[in-house]
């Protein structure tokens, strides 16, 4: 039976828990990955990191806005499932490998044809995925994915943790008190690969260069870069579509989200209730985690990370 994440008397601060494992988490080693270059049909390209190991349960790692594979909570996720001997993969949404993405467009929240397609074009590969883990808007792809597919979705299990259901509830809490640090951070690097694209691509749909130096908030960077990229009216028509709190009901695979009630990104009223989770879906909400966070032990220098340890528990039920 599982014990609910609890979080420990040194680490109760949702920022402490946000910002611990960023400093402090051990890395990973992660110089026997190896690169594919997943050729998309739109003419773009995903790179996908792998740990193989062929007739072994294969997990695949959605990472957050602007994370990666050298993201600690990757690196964590990767050490764990290298003990239980699984294969290990790493999707990295467009432009997220250190490599530019070919066309105007990028990520998004809410890009589950991107996975959809992954997942496809590495089955060729014979690489099949069993298992699906998604970190904040990886989590949200994956939820958006899962509601989309429902019992076609060619995967065992999934686990999601610290997701922003509500996109338009989390841009508006993210812009309050000290978690305008994480936008201010999260945006700095946005702003630069737009004025990268725009080099490329022109200010036709991407906005001028003062414009970009003026997007300090993520309502007003999805409004003037993300929706007009992706095809959405504007932030709010983007926000409605791509939030995931919506596709949950329909999912039909085993789906383990985990939450923290703390969370500097994310309101509360994000969570769904019993009667929106479909009977596939388990909500573990623990009163305290932070965004990503999780991180518990006895002493600071003894430090555990509770996902790396509860997500394979419960994938390797099925």
């Given at each position: ?179 305008k640090l994480y936008e201010f951070i999260l945006l700095r690097t946005l702003r630069a690969k737009t004025r990268e694209k725009l080099k490329r691509f022109g200010d036709d749909i991407l906005p001028n260069k ?109």
């Amino acid at each position: 039976m599982n014990i609910p994440f609890q979080a420990p008397w040194w680490a109760k601060n949702r920022h402490t828990q946000t910002l611990w494992s960023t400093f402090f988490k051990p890395q990973a080693d992660l110089s026997q990955a190896e690169r594919l270059k997943i050729e998309l049909d739109d003419g773009d390209f995903i790179d996908v990191d792998c740990f193989k190991n062929q007739n072994q349960p294969t997990l695949l790692l959605l990472h957050g806005l602007e994370g990666s594979i050298e993201s600690p909570y990757i690196g964590g996720l990767i050490n764990s499932a290298k003990r239980k001997n699984w294969q290990v993969v790493v999707m990295h949404f467009r432009s997220c490998s250190g490599t530019p993405n070919r066309l105007l467009k990028s990520y998004n929240s809410g890009v589950s044809e991107d996975l959809n397609e992954v997942i496809s074009k590495l089955a060729i590969q014979n690489i099949n995925i069993d298992y699906l883990v998604g970190f904040s808007l990886g989590g949200n792809v994956t939820l958006k994915w899962l509601g989309e597919m429902a019992e076609k979705a060619p995967i065992k299990a999934a686990v999601v943790i610290s997701v922003p259901m509500l996109l338009g509830v989390c841009a508006t809490e993210i812009n309050k008190g000290f978690s305008k640090l994480y936008e201010f951070i999260l945006l700095r690097t946005l702003r630069a690969k737009t004025r990268e694209k725009l080099k490329r691509f022109g200010d036709d749909i991407l906005p001028n260069k003062k414009m970009i130096r003026s997007l300090n908030s993520f309502w007003r960077f999805d409004n003037y870069v993300t929706a007009p990229t992706h095809g959405y009216e504007n932030a709010e028509d983007y926000y409605q579509k791509a939030s995931s709190k919506q596709f949950i009901k329909s999912i039909a695979k085993p789906t383990l989200i985990i939450q923290a009630k703390d969370d500097p990104f994310i309101n509360e009223t994000v969570l769904p209730t019993q009667n929106e989770l479909s009977k596939w879906v388990t909500l573990e909400a623990s009163e305290n985690g932070g965004h990503v966070g999780f991180v518990h032990g006895k002493w600071p220098w003894k430090a555990e990370y509770y996902l790396d340890k509860r997500i394979p528990e419960f994938l390797e039920q099925f």
